[in-house]
């Protein structure tokens, strides 16, 4: 088949799904490791994933995702189609990353976190006249909102809640609920209280889910070990 995907630097686990013209472990000038997948990967068309990189169990990838390398990725993730992850950066285990999400280098994510659409991390306060790079810091369990953008350096905490569209330029601490530009914060709102939904992070794909509809492929995606 000639549009087969590509895997010669990729150590693969088993039950992977590759779909073509996907390029597993592509070579950059000074790459040295093969890219390392876990079990039961589903990656679909379109996707270039670098060498150097390191992407846990379960992982599901959308359309024309680009992962460049030194990336370490967790467990349980999904990144849904034309998200880009710059390389040299790490996410924790079940993060949900939607559509069209930019996240430059040094970008730190947890645990159990929500990115919404269009959302863009920067990492370069000022870009071409000033050098040095300060990645963002998310903690566990975050929401951030559709089309937010979280400015170079911020850190935001465990169990933060952050609303469509905000520019987050300072430090938002813990359970909190941030919204507005600049973003302004307030304790959390206590029906935001409990921390994200695991068994949300294969649900949510709407007019995109060719799954059963009986819900019978739930088993195998959340097997015993998805409570974080
Ligand atoms: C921030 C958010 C969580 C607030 O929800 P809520 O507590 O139910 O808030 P309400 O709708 O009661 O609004 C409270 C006030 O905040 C304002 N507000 C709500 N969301 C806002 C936002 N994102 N930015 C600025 N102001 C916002 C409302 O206009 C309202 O103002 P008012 O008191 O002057 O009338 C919610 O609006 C939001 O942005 N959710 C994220 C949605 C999203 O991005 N989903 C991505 C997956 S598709």
């Given at each position: 088949m000639h549009n087969a995907p590509e895997m010669r630097n990729c150590q693969l686990g088993p039950d992977a799904e590759i779909e073509p013209n996907v390029m597993l472990g592509y070579q950059y000038p000074g790459w040295r490791k093969p890219l390392v997948l876990g079990n039961r990967a589903r990656i679909h068309t379109g996707t270039v994933i670098y060498a150097d990189t390191v992407?846990?169990?379960?992982?599901?990838?959308?359309?024309?995702?680009?992962?460049?390398?030194e990336c370490e990725i967790g467990d349980r993730v999904v990144i849904l189609h034309g998200t880009t992850l710059e390389g040299?950066?790490?996410?924790?285990?079940?993060?949900?990353?939607?559509?069209?999400?930019?996240?430059?280098?040094?970008?730190?994510i947890g645990s159990m976190v929500f990115i919404g659409p269009g959302v863009t991390f920067l990492n370069a306060m000022l870009p071409m006249r000033e050098a040095g790079v300060a990645g963002v810091t998310i903690g566990n369990h975050v929401v951030i909102g559709g089309g937010v953008t979280i400015g170079p350096g911020v850190t935001i905490s465990d169990n933060v809640f952050v609303g469509a569209g905000a520019v987050v330029m300072q430090d938002i601490p813990a359970n909190s609920l941030?919204?507005?530009?600049?973003?302004?914060?307030?304790?959390?709102?206590?029906?935001?209280?409990?921390?994200?939904?695991?068994?949300?992070?294969?649900?949510?794909?709407?007019?995109?889910?060719?799954?059963?509809?009986?819900?019978?492929?739930?088993?195998?995606?959340?097997?015993?070990?998805?409570?974080?």
């Open positions: 992407i846990g169990d379960r992982f599901t990838c959308g359309h024309n995702v680009l992962v460049r390398a040299r950066l790490t996410i924790g285990k079940g993060v949900k990353i939607m559509a069209h999400v930019y996240l430059p280098s040094r970008t730190v941030a919204y507005g530009v600049p973003a302004q914060f307030r304790p959390l709102p206590e029906k935001f209280e409990k921390g994200n939904d695991p068994k949300q992070i294969f649900e949510g794909l709407d007019l995109w889910d060719n799954r059963p509809g009986d819900g019978s492929w739930k088993a195998e995606y959340y097997g015993d070990d998805v409570l974080l």
